[in-house]
């Protein structure tokens, strides 16, 4: 038997419908793309919008909180500028009171702070018949050459806490014999100043009220604690002087 053939007029046909799928598939492959670039420039649109109003809702000026930089007058060592005066009024005494220091004490205004190492006077002890000289600064070099001034603590002759300290077994070991009422004497460029002995004290070698400021003129000498210790000494003797006021 003869195979059956197709009819000539079929095949014009079936290249016909190849050829309307394939425009039919364009024409949805562009569809989908003006869909996505509408997205996209939907999306585009709504960022530029929404930066536009972030930055119009902004404050069109800010206002600096910072404090401005106030320059304080800084401190001097004695070998450098003579010492200037200001004008104040002294406060009201209380019976029982530390002398009222605050005139004398407020008059001294130095140029700048003194130099670690620099030697800033000296200080003597008549009730001892010692005379020693005033290091700028705490370090083991400063404290081999005389006693150190606390870097932290206000200089001679000035309204608050003086601090000094010496080795115990060199330039203060002889601080445990200063008794109440001795005198102190504190020699700069700037001037002579007398502290008199209030009263002496033992504390831990942590203790930080040493250091704590005071409302009129005290002059704090501190060392290590026995004075005959072996090693590193537990506890600080400490002497506190008030300033006496000029006459």
């Known amino acids: 038997m003869s195979e059956a053939r197709t009819p000539r007029g079929e095949r014009p046909a079936r290249r016909e419908d190849v050829r309307t799928s394939r425009g039919r598939a364009r024409r949805i492959r562009r569809a989908s793309l003006r869909r996505i670039f509408a997205v996209?420039?939907?999306?585009?649109l709504a960022c530029v919008s929404w930066a536009l109003v972030s930055i119009l809702a902004q404050p069109s000026s800010s206002v600096s909180t910072s404090k401005p930089k106030v320059t304080e007058p800084s401190l001097t060592n004695s070998a450098a500028v003579q010492p200037t005066t200001t004008a104040q009024?002294?406060?009201?005494?209380?019976?029982?009171?530390?002398?009222?220091?605050?005139?004398?004490?407020?008059?001294?205004?130095?140029?700048?702070?003194?130099?670690?190492?620099?030697?800033?006077?000296?200080?003597?002890?008549?009730?001892?018949g010692q005379t020693l000289p005033i290091i700028e600064?705490?370090?083991?070099?400063?404290?081999?050459?005389?006693i150190g001034h606390f870097t932290g603590s206000v200089m001679p002759g000035q309204r608050d806490n003086c601090v000094v300290s010496g080795h115990r077994d060199s330039f203060f070991s002889r601080l445990g014999e200063l008794e109440k009422g001795?005198?102190?004497?504190?020699?700069?460029?700037?001037?002579?100043?007398?502290?008199e002995v209030r009263r002496t004290r033992i504390v831990g070698k942590n203790d930080r009220t040493?250091?704590?400021?005071?409302?009129?003129?005290v002059l704090t000498l501190t060392t290590c604690y026995p004075f005959r210790y072996v090693g590193p000494a537990p506890r600080r003797y400490i002497v506190s002087a008030d300033l006496v006021p000029s006459k």
């Open 182 to 195: 001795d005198r102190v004497l504190v020699r700069t460029a700037a001037g002579t100043y007398t502290y």
């Open 40 to 44: 996209c420039t939907i999306l585009g």
């Open 210 to 217: 040493v250091i704590v400021p005071s409302e009129h003129g």
């Open 89 to 128: 009024t002294p406060a009201s005494k209380k019976p029982g009171s530390p002398p009222d220091t605050t005139r004398k004490a407020q008059r001294i205004v130095f140029a700048k702070n003194p130099s670690r190492g620099e030697t800033l006077g000296s200080l003597s002890i008549p009730a001892l």
């Open 137 to 146: 600064g705490t370090r083991d070099s400063d404290l081999k050459r005389g």
